[in-house]
């Protein structure tokens, strides 16, 4: 980074901490909370799980922030209140709320600058094996050590974990005290727990589901197309014979990867569903690196661990938190090949690692958070 790039990042941050400082002066609410997901442009997450709960709550006003008329449209169809970011009226919102609840960061509802005073609280995006947040930097100068305690005395910050042990990890991702974490789950979970009807299976009724859900490399950038990760033809031929279909749902920063349709793997369109619906639709999980697997724990199913470019990327993305090998519940195949031998056993009933999956189960989860969670999340929030 330049100089003159460095030195705008931090007039940037000093100007933020006056900003807090005015708005601290504002008066808040503490029943008005603020909702936003994924910088502002999507319905999703945490939060959506969370707002889904408490939208219509006797005592309390919901508001989702959005940058996107498509998700203003959707919860004004469903008659929820919503703002779009950057209007007066989310100014208004923002200066007066007493809560802020986010997904990735404070921007996923607004500028940092308008919510001094407030509480503000992190249900971030799924509880990672590999390397995030604070756990990425190099160690912080004085500087933004400063910085950071400033934005701490001018608002209350906070972060939910899963377990005890996830929250000690969080202490040192989000650079919290540990009084600031609080072992509350995570609401997304909650669909796994309620009464529905699965879309996914609704559209492959009698078939069983394999869904392959990898994160994502170097910001979005992947060095592989997907047909030479999956050799479409082969697992097509694979599934049919098998009465299966294989569901194939790429990260969010992934651009789609245009691909041959074939009738048993699909490429899932992005916002097609949310990642609850796909994983709870799944009778089978195949991922590499991504946080879902921790979520897909809950529902105690056959995992498999797709680990192509395991040296890759552990050289040119990032390092992991835990020793990869004896955290996944699951087998960890570096081919095509090994992938789908392991999918073919699982297929015909073998489950070997049942046993890890309750132990990583009993690691990232406490017994109170495998049920749902969003009742005791709003009640913790508009106590804080």
Same mark, same amino acid.
């Given at each position: 980074?330049?100089?003159?790039?460095?030195?705008?990042?931090?007039?940037?941050?000093?100007?933020?901490?006056?900003?807090?400082?005015?708005?601290?002066?504002?008066?808040?609410?503490?029943?008005?909370?603020?909702?936003?997901?994924?910088?502002?442009?999507?319905?999703?997450?945490?939060?959506?799980?969370?707002?889904?709960?408490?939208?219509?709550?006797?005592?309390?006003?919901?508001?989702?922030?959005?940058?996107?008329?498509?998700?203003?449209?959707? #919860?004004?169809?469903?008659?929820?209140?919503?703002?779009?970011?950057?209007?007066?009226?989310?100014?208004?919102?923002?200066?007066?709320?007493?809560?802020?609840?986010?997904?990735?960061?404070?921007?996923?509802?607004?500028?940092?600058?308008?919510m001094g005073g407030a509480v503000i609280v992190n249900l971030w995006h799924?509880?990672?094996?590999?390397?995030? !947040?604070?756990?990425?930097?190099?160690?912080?100068?004085?500087?933004?050590?400063?910085?950071?305690?400033?934005?701490?005395?001018?608002?209350?910050?906070?972060?939910?974990?899963?377990?005890?042990?996830?929250?000690?990890?969080?202490?040192?991702?989000?650079?919290?005290?540990?009084?600031?974490?609080?072992?509350?789950?995570?609401?997304?979970?909650?669909?796994?727990?309620?009464?529905?009807?699965?879309?996914?299976?609704?559209?492959?009724?009698?078939?069983?589901?394999?869904?392959?859900?990898?994160?994502?490399?170097?910001?979005?950038?992947?060095?592989?197309?997907?047909?030479?990760? #999956?050799?479409?033809?082969?697992?097509?031929?694979?599934?049919?014979?098998?009465?299966?279909?294989?569901?194939?749902?790429?990260?969010?920063?992934?651009?789609?990867?245009?691909?041959?349709?074939?009738?048993?793997?699909?490429?899932?369109?992005?916002?097609?569903?949310?990642?609850?619906?796909?994983?709870?639709?799944?009778?089978?999980?195949?991922?590499?690196?991504?946080?879902?697997?921790?979520?897909?724990?809950?529902?105690?199913?056959?995992?498999?661990?797709?680990?192509?470019?395991?040296?890759?990327?552990?050289?040119?993305?990032?390092?992991?938190?835990?020793?990869?090998?004896?955290?996944?519940?699951?087998?960890?195949?570096?081919?095509?090949?090994? #992938?789908?031998?392991?999918?073919?056993?699982?297929?015909? !009933?073998?489950d070997a690692f049942a046993g890890k999956r309750r132990e990583m189960t009993?690691?990232?989860?406490?017994?109170?958070?495998? !049920?749902?969670?969003?009742?005791?999340?709003?009640?913790?929030?508009?106590?804080?």
């Open positions: 980074m330049s100089a003159a790039a460095k030195f705008g990042k931090r007039l940037k941050a000093v100007l933020e901490i006056c900003g807090m400082a005015l708005s601290s002066l504002s008066p808040r609410r503490s029943d008005l909370v603020l909702f936003g997901s994924w910088f502002g442009n999507r319905y999703d997450d945490n939060p959506r799980f969370l707002h889904e709960y408490a939208a219509g709550r006797p005592g309390v006003r919901c508001v989702w922030m959005t940058r996107s008329a498509q998700v203003r449209e959707r #919860l004004e169809a469903k008659g929820q209140e919503v703002c779009m970011m950057g209007t007066p009226k989310a100014l208004g919102l923002l200066l007066r709320a007493g809560r802020v609840v986010y997904s990735v960061g404070p921007g996923d509802v607004g500028p940092l600058a308008a799924g509880v990672p094996i590999k390397r995030v !947040g604070a756990l990425l930097e190099e160690k912080p100068s004085r500087f933004w050590d400063w910085i950071r305690r400033a934005r701490s005395r001018l608002s209350r910050i906070y972060a939910f974990s899963t377990s005890e042990q996830v929250s000690q990890l969080y202490g040192r991702v989000f650079r919290l005290d540990q009084s600031h974490i609080l072992d509350l789950g995570q609401s997304r979970t909650d669909y796994f727990f309620s009464d529905h009807l699965n879309p996914l299976r609704q559209a492959w009724p009698g078939k069983r589901i394999i869904l392959y859900m990898p994160t994502f490399r170097q910001m979005g950038k992947q060095r592989r197309d997907m047909q030479s990760v #999956l050799d479409h033809a082969a697992l097509d031929a694979f599934c049919a014979d098998r009465g299966v279909v294989f569901l194939i749902k790429e990260h969010y920063y992934v651009s789609p990867t245009d691909s041959e349709r074939y009738e048993n793997v699909v490429h899932v369109q992005d916002g097609a569903y949310s990642a609850q619906e796909l994983l709870d639709a799944a009778d089978i999980l195949v991922t590499d690196y991504s946080s879902c697997f921790v979520d897909y724990l809950l529902l105690d199913r056959p995992q498999v661990f797709y680990a192509y470019d395991y040296d890759d990327y552990k050289d040119r993305d990032r390092d992991f938190i835990f020793d990869y090998s004896k955290t996944v519940p699951g087998r960890v195949c570096r081919s095509f090949d090994g #992938l789908v031998q392991e999918l073919d056993a699982i297929l015909g !009933g073998s009993d690691f990232y989860f406490s017994p109170s958070n495998r !049920g749902p969670v969003a009742a005791k999340q709003l009640e913790t929030i508009l106590e804080l």
